[in-house]
């Protein structure tokens, strides 16, 4: 229960507390925190999402309140609570200002809809990078012509290095996290590169997440040429 509430809290509960002296979440903040899961099961995210909505509320604590009436007036109920093509792009005209519209938005959604998470962190000003996945054959290819008898009947491509690839940089794990420019990558011209999709993370959000997320267990002390490499940071 105590988990649950630590989620929910935004902090409108204190200061509703303060006004008329009952202390809780209040309505919005419940009703965020049920829409926010539902939409998506990532943690990080909606620690990321949550911080920058703090934030938002510190200035206009009436904010939460206005984006969930937009949401219910645009959302379709089936069968979840998500705003259908069309929907959201009207919803959003309403928050973000001009200069934001005419960078032109697109959704995550394959089918072109739009979830409650998506659009909250959208009408707080996320926008999409594209995140790619840098594969590199460390054998240059001579991988292949091992005979599989020697390798226990199995084949292998390549010995394959691998990084990831976001905001025109290349993070990478060799013992340390590394964020390089594609262009210097020690590695040379990468063999494959395969689209992994786009993420609405800003580089400050991401350089945290490593710090605070996947630092423990990726740093010099951890590392393992077989256990815990560079595929298994990308990863």
Request: with cysteine; hydrophobic share 40%.
């Amino acid at each position: 229960v105590r988990r649950i509430y630590a989620e929910a809290d935004l902090g409108l509960g204190l200061k509703k507390a303060s006004e008329d002296g009952e202390v809780g979440l209040t309505e919005a903040e419940w009703l965020h925190y049920l829409l926010v899961w539902f939409s998506t099961s990532n943690f990080p995210a909606v620690s990321v999402l949550n911080r920058k909505l703090k934030m938002a509320l510190s200035e206009d604590p009436t904010l939460l309140d206005k984006l969930l009436a937009i949401f219910e007036e645009s959302a379709s109920d089936a069968p979840a609570p998500t705003m259908l093509p069309g929907a959201w792009e009207v919803a959003l005209a309403t928050v973000l200002s001009q200069e934001s519209q005419q960078k032109g938005l697109t959704t995550l959604d394959p089918e072109g809809c739009m979830g409650y998470f998506e659009f909250i962190a959208r009408a707080l000003g996320a926008t999409e990078a594209p995140v790619e996945l840098a594969l590199y054959d460390l054998s240059q290819g001579l991988a292949r012509w091992i005979p599989p008898a020697l390798l226990g009947g199995r084949r292998f491509e390549g010995i394959w290095h691998s990084g990831v690839r976001v905001y025109g940089k290349e993070f990478w794990f060799g013992g340390i996290v590394l964020e390089t420019s594609m262009e210097s990558c020690p590695f040379g011209e990468a063999t494959k590169v395969i689209k992994l999709g786009t993420t609405l993370r800003s580089r400050p959000e991401l350089l945290d997440f490593i710090r605070s997320e996947l630092y423990s267990d990726f740093n010099p002390k951890t590392y393992d040429v077989l256990r815990r490499n560079c595929n298994h940071f990308s990863n």
